[in-house]
Protein backbone atom coordinates (compact mmCIF):
# COMPACT_ATOMS: atom_id res chain seq x y z
CA UNK A 1 0.00 0.00 0.00
CA UNK A 2 1.27 3.65 -0.51
CA UNK A 3 2.29 5.65 2.58
CA UNK A 4 3.11 9.47 2.43
CA UNK A 5 5.39 10.66 5.02
CA UNK A 6 5.82 14.28 6.48
CA UNK A 7 7.99 14.49 8.89
CA UNK A 8 7.80 17.68 9.66
CA UNK A 9 4.50 18.19 11.70
CA UNK A 10 5.07 22.13 12.57
CA UNK A 11 7.37 24.93 10.83
CA UNK A 12 7.82 28.94 10.64
CA UNK A 13 9.29 30.70 8.71
CA UNK A 14 10.43 34.97 8.36
CA UNK A 15 7.64 36.63 5.73
CA UNK A 16 9.94 37.20 2.78
CA UNK A 17 12.26 34.34 3.28
CA UNK A 18 12.13 30.77 2.09
CA UNK A 19 11.27 27.13 3.93
CA UNK A 20 11.23 23.96 2.36
CA UNK A 21 8.72 21.28 3.39
CA UNK A 22 9.41 17.24 3.00
CA UNK A 23 7.58 14.65 2.24
CA UNK A 24 8.52 11.07 1.35
CA UNK A 25 6.37 8.05 -0.08
CA UNK A 26 6.29 4.52 -0.52
CA UNK A 27 5.08 3.02 -3.46
CA UNK A 28 5.85 0.14 -6.01
CA UNK A 29 4.02 2.03 -8.76
CA UNK A 30 5.92 3.69 -12.14
CA UNK A 31 3.10 6.26 -13.41
CA UNK A 32 1.77 8.28 -10.49
CA UNK A 33 1.19 12.31 -9.61
CA UNK A 34 1.79 13.97 -6.48
CA UNK A 35 0.44 17.22 -5.02
CA UNK A 36 0.50 19.59 -2.23
CA UNK A 37 -2.15 20.77 -1.35
CA UNK A 38 -3.26 23.80 1.18
CA UNK A 39 -5.62 24.03 4.06
CA UNK A 40 -5.63 27.40 5.95
CA UNK A 41 -7.45 27.79 8.96
CA UNK A 42 -11.03 27.05 9.01
CA UNK A 43 -11.24 27.26 5.03
CA UNK A 44 -10.93 24.61 1.69
CA UNK A 45 -7.90 22.19 0.69
CA UNK A 46 -6.87 24.13 -2.53
CA UNK A 47 -4.31 22.55 -5.06
CA UNK A 48 -0.72 24.46 -4.78
CA UNK A 49 1.19 22.17 -7.07
CA UNK A 50 1.29 18.82 -8.66
CA UNK A 51 3.83 16.70 -10.44
CA UNK A 52 3.64 13.85 -12.72
CA UNK A 53 6.28 11.04 -12.09
CA UNK A 54 6.69 10.69 -15.80
CA UNK A 55 8.15 13.98 -16.14
CA UNK A 56 12.17 15.20 -14.68
CA UNK A 57 11.25 18.55 -14.86
CA UNK A 58 10.47 19.79 -11.30
CA UNK A 59 7.32 21.63 -11.35
CA UNK A 60 6.64 25.24 -10.44
CA UNK A 61 3.82 27.86 -9.77
CA UNK A 62 5.33 31.24 -9.29
CA UNK A 63 6.56 30.92 -5.69
CA UNK A 64 6.41 27.53 -5.20
CA UNK A 65 8.43 24.88 -6.79
CA UNK A 66 9.44 21.28 -5.97
CA UNK A 67 12.20 18.98 -5.69
CA UNK A 68 10.83 15.58 -7.18
CA UNK A 69 13.04 13.16 -6.80
CA UNK A 70 11.68 9.82 -8.19
CA UNK A 71 14.57 7.12 -7.05
CA UNK A 72 14.61 8.34 -3.61
CA UNK A 73 10.98 8.64 -3.51
CA UNK A 74 10.94 12.64 -2.32
CA UNK A 75 9.25 15.58 -2.98
CA UNK A 76 9.63 18.51 -1.31
CA UNK A 77 8.08 22.04 -1.60
CA UNK A 78 9.97 25.22 -1.80
CA UNK A 79 7.94 28.44 -0.62
CA UNK A 80 9.71 31.23 -1.75
CA UNK A 81 9.10 34.67 -0.40
CA UNK A 82 7.08 33.56 2.04
CA UNK A 83 3.74 35.78 2.74
CA UNK A 84 1.52 35.58 5.76
CA UNK A 85 -1.27 34.62 3.61
CA UNK A 86 0.67 31.00 3.20
CA UNK A 87 0.34 30.60 6.45
CA UNK A 88 -1.98 27.01 6.01
CA UNK A 89 -1.46 23.07 7.26
CA UNK A 90 0.05 21.95 3.57
CA UNK A 91 -0.66 18.29 2.86
CA UNK A 92 1.63 16.10 0.54
CA UNK A 93 -0.48 13.72 -1.39
CA UNK A 94 -0.06 10.51 -3.93
CA UNK A 95 -2.16 9.09 -6.21
CA UNK A 96 -1.21 6.23 -8.02
CA UNK A 97 -4.15 4.32 -9.94
CA UNK A 98 -6.82 5.22 -7.94
CA UNK A 99 -5.57 5.52 -4.78
CA UNK A 100 -5.45 8.43 -3.19
CA UNK A 101 -2.89 8.84 0.00
CA UNK A 102 -2.00 11.94 2.18
CA UNK A 103 0.17 12.66 4.88
CA UNK A 104 -0.44 13.76 7.96
CA UNK A 105 0.58 17.80 7.09
CA UNK A 106 2.73 20.39 8.31
CA UNK A 107 1.16 23.48 9.62
CA UNK A 108 3.34 26.59 8.48
CA UNK A 109 3.45 29.66 9.73
CA UNK A 110 4.96 32.84 8.47
CA UNK A 111 5.97 35.02 10.87
CA UNK A 112 5.67 38.83 10.44
CA UNK B 1 -18.79 27.71 -12.13
CA UNK B 2 -18.80 28.03 -8.57
CA UNK B 3 -16.79 25.02 -7.72
CA UNK B 4 -17.34 21.65 -5.40
CA UNK B 5 -20.20 22.35 -2.99
CA UNK B 6 -21.08 20.54 -0.16
CA UNK B 7 -24.11 20.87 1.96
CA UNK B 8 -24.58 20.93 5.31
CA UNK B 9 -21.33 22.88 6.06
CA UNK B 10 -22.02 21.71 9.54
CA UNK B 11 -24.13 18.81 11.37
CA UNK B 12 -24.75 18.38 14.96
CA UNK B 13 -26.89 15.08 15.83
CA UNK B 14 -27.34 12.42 18.26
CA UNK B 15 -25.62 8.94 18.47
CA UNK B 16 -27.62 6.39 16.91
CA UNK B 17 -29.12 8.76 14.55
CA UNK B 18 -28.29 9.04 10.60
CA UNK B 19 -27.12 11.62 8.99
CA UNK B 20 -27.33 12.63 5.20
CA UNK B 21 -24.65 14.64 3.45
CA UNK B 22 -24.78 16.09 0.17
CA UNK B 23 -22.22 17.37 -2.62
CA UNK B 24 -22.08 18.83 -5.75
CA UNK B 25 -19.05 18.52 -7.87
CA UNK B 26 -18.15 21.34 -10.65
CA UNK B 27 -19.99 20.73 -13.86
CA UNK B 28 -18.76 17.96 -15.94
CA UNK B 29 -16.27 16.46 -13.68
CA UNK B 30 -16.50 12.48 -13.93
CA UNK B 31 -14.96 11.71 -10.80
CA UNK B 32 -16.21 12.50 -7.31
CA UNK B 33 -14.57 11.51 -4.23
CA UNK B 34 -15.54 11.11 -0.72
CA UNK B 35 -13.17 11.72 2.69
CA UNK B 36 -12.91 11.82 5.65
CA UNK B 37 -10.67 14.38 7.91
CA UNK B 38 -10.20 14.33 11.60
CA UNK B 39 -8.73 16.75 13.65
CA UNK B 40 -4.86 17.31 12.84
CA UNK B 41 -4.84 14.56 9.84
CA UNK B 42 -4.70 14.12 6.12
CA UNK B 43 -7.83 13.21 4.87
CA UNK B 44 -8.61 9.51 4.36
CA UNK B 45 -10.50 8.23 1.37
CA UNK B 46 -13.80 6.58 1.40
CA UNK B 47 -15.35 6.15 -1.69
CA UNK B 48 -14.93 7.75 -5.28
CA UNK B 49 -17.20 7.49 -8.03
CA UNK B 50 -16.40 7.31 -11.78
CA UNK B 51 -19.91 8.52 -13.36
CA UNK B 52 -22.31 7.28 -11.46
CA UNK B 53 -20.43 3.76 -10.64
CA UNK B 54 -18.59 3.64 -7.24
CA UNK B 55 -15.65 2.22 -7.98
CA UNK B 56 -13.52 1.66 -5.11
CA UNK B 57 -14.75 1.60 -1.13
CA UNK B 58 -12.00 2.21 1.57
CA UNK B 59 -12.11 -0.43 4.32
CA UNK B 60 -12.71 2.76 6.70
CA UNK B 61 -16.05 2.64 5.08
CA UNK B 62 -18.31 0.49 7.21
CA UNK B 63 -21.85 -0.84 6.68
CA UNK B 64 -22.91 2.10 7.90
CA UNK B 65 -21.98 4.27 5.77
CA UNK B 66 -23.22 4.50 2.04
CA UNK B 67 -22.71 6.97 -0.70
CA UNK B 68 -24.62 7.02 -4.16
CA UNK B 69 -24.24 9.37 -6.92
CA UNK B 70 -27.19 8.93 -9.52
CA UNK B 71 -27.32 10.09 -12.94
CA UNK B 72 -23.61 10.71 -12.22
CA UNK B 73 -24.09 14.40 -10.76
CA UNK B 74 -24.18 15.30 -7.25
CA UNK B 75 -23.88 12.58 -4.32
CA UNK B 76 -25.09 11.55 -0.98
CA UNK B 77 -23.28 10.14 1.88
CA UNK B 78 -24.80 8.61 4.54
CA UNK B 79 -24.05 7.65 8.25
CA UNK B 80 -26.96 5.05 9.98
CA UNK B 81 -26.78 4.84 13.56
CA UNK B 82 -24.10 7.15 14.06
CA UNK B 83 -21.43 6.73 16.91
CA UNK B 84 -19.12 9.51 18.25
CA UNK B 85 -16.03 8.59 16.16
CA UNK B 86 -17.50 9.44 13.30
CA UNK B 87 -17.46 13.29 14.40
CA UNK B 88 -14.73 14.47 11.80
CA UNK B 89 -15.00 16.80 8.90
CA UNK B 90 -16.23 15.03 5.47
CA UNK B 91 -14.68 16.25 2.95
CA UNK B 92 -16.05 15.82 -1.22
CA UNK B 93 -13.60 16.33 -4.44
CA UNK B 94 -14.14 16.16 -8.01
CA UNK B 95 -12.33 15.68 -10.76
CA UNK B 96 -12.53 15.32 -14.68
CA UNK B 97 -9.97 12.55 -15.65
CA UNK B 98 -9.79 13.01 -19.39
CA UNK B 99 -9.34 16.15 -20.81
CA UNK B 100 -8.20 17.42 -24.12
CA UNK B 101 -4.68 17.99 -22.94
CA UNK B 102 -4.68 14.65 -21.28
CA UNK B 103 -5.34 12.82 -18.19
CA UNK B 104 -5.38 15.11 -15.39
CA UNK B 105 -6.09 13.59 -11.97
CA UNK B 106 -6.06 16.78 -10.13
CA UNK B 107 -8.98 16.85 -7.36
CA UNK B 108 -11.00 20.21 -6.54
CA UNK B 109 -12.35 19.85 -3.15
CA UNK B 110 -15.17 21.11 -1.17
CA UNK B 111 -15.49 23.35 1.83
CA UNK B 112 -16.51 19.81 3.87
CA UNK B 113 -19.28 19.24 6.63
CA UNK B 114 -18.12 18.94 9.98
CA UNK B 115 -20.16 16.32 12.04
CA UNK B 116 -20.09 16.13 15.54
CA UNK B 117 -21.98 13.26 17.30
CA UNK B 118 -22.69 13.62 20.60
Known amino acids: AQTVTQSQPEMSVQEAETVTLSCTYDTSENNYYLFWYKQPPSRQMILVIR??????QNATENRFSVNFQKAAKSFSLKISDSQLGDTAMYFCAFMGGDDMRFGAGTRLTVKP | DTGVSQDPRHKITKRGQNVTFRCDPISEHNRLYWYRQTLGQGPEFLTY????????KSRLLSDRFSAERPKGSFSTLEIQRTEQGDSAMYLC????????????????FGPGTRLLVL
Open chain 2, 93 to 108: ASSLVWTVAGVQETQY
Open chain 1, 51 to 56: QEAYKQ
Open chain 2, 49 to 56: FQNEAQLE
